[in-house]
């Protein structure tokens, strides 16, 4: 694409020279004599260099400089100027000129310092291209989402991590609340600044407003000095308060103020202060029910609320079972070749993980930690899976077909066999007893299949003929 300069100098014979000097190098290039028009075109369409002259009448060269570069921050402006005096250069570069020419200059000089000037400009959006890409892996690698419902919850985090409105995470406990808060703060414009946590309900109601908004010297016994809370320290930040559902009426009517109009006041010290902070909220209870007994603020709620992100517990994602197996298996089983048998699989795709993901971490690293097998098997996972597993085979082994009717079963079988197969359909079809199709259609009916599962699939509507189905296994 060809670069786009605009030229601004009151001589209406130097800029026209300039132009045509410019245009032989291929740039596309306008000239204008007025400071005013010049201010005007940076309004309405984007340039990669300007060129302006230092002094100008009406409109002072550096005042113009400020101008532009608030319109067009990412522009790089080149001063030119007959008044070689040190103190007007110094004085341009530090109001964000890219460089200066002394007039008279000769066209070679000029044109090298386009070229070295556009060049650092692609340098610098590649730069942020990079940093972007990364800054994309970041925040996903650690997010293990194989399954759909995952990943519309992570789109969707993606999404309002542009604006700075407030969301509210919710979902049960180990859901993943904590994480999908940080990959917010990463993928948001604020990634830079801080990310600040407070667990409201880990801290003592008298200590969470000192903790939140800092206090003054005097302002309680113990405060020696004067001191900062949680909303100065994530100033141009993210502050995630995590189980908001646990603080005081007291604290509910502070959070709101500060929430309304962003000022709030250190305990103690009169001073109304103002932070630019992003506010992510979670809790792992029901709010809306809080708010019912009477127990939350309504206003406060629909000040959090504002975007709702609710993280669904890990039974309700089967698919993301035995990625996470894995995910942790690389963490805790580091350098080790450490898996699990099938039946030690088996048991937790078919455990209901109440301690969702967390429960699932702990139950591997437990597991590394205690086998000195690779191959770990149900002995080597914890007491809450075991006795599971017992309770279940007291049962007669087919725990599930009590209380279960046969298409819950069906669907408890198949969801087994693509977690331990780890969502190898030929496999899991094997296993099963059945073909790759008759599965495919399975899955379909529960609502088990997509895409990620296998892409070139032809699925049948119908379900497939019993003739089709293999008489080997
Ligand atoms: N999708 C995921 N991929 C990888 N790790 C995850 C995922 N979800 C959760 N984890 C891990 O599980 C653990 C629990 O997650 P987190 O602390 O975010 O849960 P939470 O919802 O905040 O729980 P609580 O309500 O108890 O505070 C963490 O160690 C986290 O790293
Ligand atoms: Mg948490």
Not at 305 to 312: F, G, K, M, R
Not at 346 to 358: E, F, H, I, K, T
């Given at each position: 694409?060809?670069?786009?300069?605009?030229?601004?100098?009151?001589?209406?014979?130097?800029?026209?020279?300039?132009?045509?000097?410019?245009?032989?190098?291929?740039?596309?290039?306008?000239?204008?004599?007025?400071?005013?028009?010049?201010?005007?075109?940076?309004?309405?369409?984007?340039?990669?260099?300007?060129?302006?002259?230092?002094?100008?009448?009406?409109?002072?060269?550096?005042?113009?400089?400020?101008?532009?570069?608030?319109?067009?921050?990412?522009?790089?402006?080149?001063?030119?100027?007959?008044?070689?005096?040190?103190?007007?250069?110094?004085?341009?570069?530090?109001?964000?000129?890219?460089?200066?020419?002394?007039?008279?200059?000769?066209?070679?000089?000029?044109?090298?310092?386009?070229?070295?000037?556009?060049?650092?400009?692609?340098?610098?959006?590649?730069?942020?291209?990079?940093?972007?890409?990364?800054?994309?892996?970041?925040?996903?690698?650690?997010?293990?989402?194989?399954?759909?419902?995952?990943?519309?919850?992570?789109?969707?985090?993606?999404?309002?991590?542009?604006?700075?409105?407030?969301?509210?995470?919710?979902?049960?406990?180990?859901?993943?609340?904590?994480?999908?808060?940080?990959?917010?703060?990463?993928?948001?414009?604020?990634?830079?600044?801080?990310?600040?946590?407070?667990?409201?309900?880990?801290?003592?109601?008298?200590?969470?407003?000192?903790?939140?908004?800092?206090?003054?010297?005097?302002?309680?016994?113990?405060?020696?000095?004067?001191?900062?809370?949680?909303?100065?320290?994530?100033?141009?930040?993210?502050?995630?308060?995590?189980?908001?559902?646990?603080?005081?009426?007291?604290?509910?009517?502070?959070?709101?103020?500060?929430?309304?109009?962003?000022?709030?006041?250190?305990?103690?010290?009169?001073?109304?202060?103002?932070?630019?902070?992003?506010?992510?909220?979670?809790?792992?209870?029901?709010?809306?029910?809080?708010?019912?007994?009477?127990?939350?603020?309504?206003?406060?709620?629909?000040?959090?609320?504002?975007?709702?992100?609710?993280?669904?517990?890990?039974?309700?994602?089967?698919?993301?079972?035995?990625?996470?197996?894995?995910?942790?298996?690389?963490?805790?089983?580091?350098?080790?070749?450490k898996?699990?048998?099938?039946?030690?699989?088996?048991?937790?795709?078919?455990?209901?993980?109440?301690?969702?993901?967390?429960?699932?971490?702990?139950?591997?690293?437990?597991?590394?930690v205690m086998s000195e097998e690779n191959?770990m098997?149900?002995?080597a996972?914890?007491?809450?899976?075991?006795?599971?597993?017992?309770?279940?085979?007291?049962?007669?082994?087919?725990?599930?077909?009590?209380?279960?009717?046969?298409?819950?079963?069906?669907?408890?079988?198949?969801?087994?066999?693509?977690?331990?197969?780890?969502?190898?359909?030929?496999?899991?079809?094997?296993?099963?007893?059945?073909?790759?199709?008759?599965?495919?259609?399975?899955?379909?009916?529960?609502?088990?299949?997509?895409?990620?599962?296998?892409?070139?699939?032809?699925?049948?509507?119908?379900?497939?003929?019993?003739?089709?189905?293999?008489?080997?296994?």
């Amino acid at each position: 694409m060809t670069a786009s300069i605009l030229i601004i100098d009151d001589e209406i014979k130097m800029g026209k020279a300039l132009r045509h000097v410019l245009q032989r190098e291929d740039y596309s290039v306008e000239a204008v004599d007025d400071p005013f028009e010049g201010v005007k075109r940076l309004e309405v369409k984007s340039y990669d260099v300007l060129l302006c002259d230092l002094k100008m009448p009406g409109l002072n060269g550096l005042d113009l400089l400020e101008q532009a570069r608030q319109i067009q921050p990412d522009l790089n402006v080149i001063m030119m100027t007959a008044y070689a005096s040190a103190e007007t250069a110094v004085e341009s570069m530090k109001k964000g000129a890219y460089d200066y020419l002394i007039k008279p200059f000769a066209m070679d000089e000029l044109k090298i310092l386009i070229r070295r000037c556009l060049d650092t400009r692609n340098l610098r959006h590649e730069n942020t291209h990079l940093r972007e890409q990364l800054r994309e892996k970041l925040q996903t690698e650690n997010i293990v989402s194989a399954s759909k419902t995952m990943q519309s919850v992570l789109q969707r985090a993606r999404k309002v991590a542009d604006s700075s409105a407030t969301v509210l995470i919710t979902g049960e406990s180990g859901t993943g609340k904590e994480v999908l808060a940080r990959a917010v703060h990463t993928a948001s414009p604020r990634h830079d600044g801080p990310f600040v946590t407070i667990n409201c309900g880990a801290v003592p109601e008298t200590l969470l407003e000192s903790e939140l908004f800092g206090y003054r010297r005097g302002a309680f016994t113990g405060a020696e000095e004067d001191r900062a809370g949680m909303f100065e320290a994530a100033h141009q930040g993210t502050l995630f308060l995590d189980e908001i559902g646990e603080i005081s009426p007291a604290m509910q009517v502070k959070l709101l103020r500060v929430l309304q109009s962003g000022e709030f006041q250190r305990v103690g010290d009169p001073a109304i202060r103002k932070v630019d902070v992003r506010i992510l909220a979670a809790t792992n209870q029901n709010l809306e029910e809080r708010v019912k007994e009477g127990r939350f603020r309504t206003d406060l709620y629909y000040r959090l609320n504002v975007v709702p992100i609710y993280v669904p517990p890990l039974r309700e994602r089967w698919e993301d079972v035995a990625p996470l197996i894995e995910h942790f298996l690389a963490r805790f089983g580091r350098d080790t070749e450490k898996r699990f048998t099938a039946e030690a699989l088996d048991l937790m795709s078919a455990y209901n993980w109440p301690g969702n993901v967390r429960e699932l971490e702990n139950a591997v690293e437990h597991a590394t930690v205690m086998s000195e097998e690779n191959l770990m098997g149900v002995e080597a996972l914890p007491l809450a899976l075991r006795s599971f597993s017992d309770r279940e085979s007291e049962k007669g082994g087919a725990w599930w077909m009590e209380k279960l009717t046969l298409g819950e079963a069906e669907k408890r079988m198949l969801q087994a066999a693509m977690n331990r197969t780890a969502n190898n359909m030929t496999r899991a079809a094997r296993q099963l007893g059945i073909t790759r199709r008759a599965l495919g259609y399975r899955l379909r009916k529960y609502g088990l299949y997509h895409k990620e599962l296998d892409r070139q699939e032809n699925l049948p509507d119908e379900e497939p003929a019993m003739e089709e189905l293999p008489d080997e296994n």
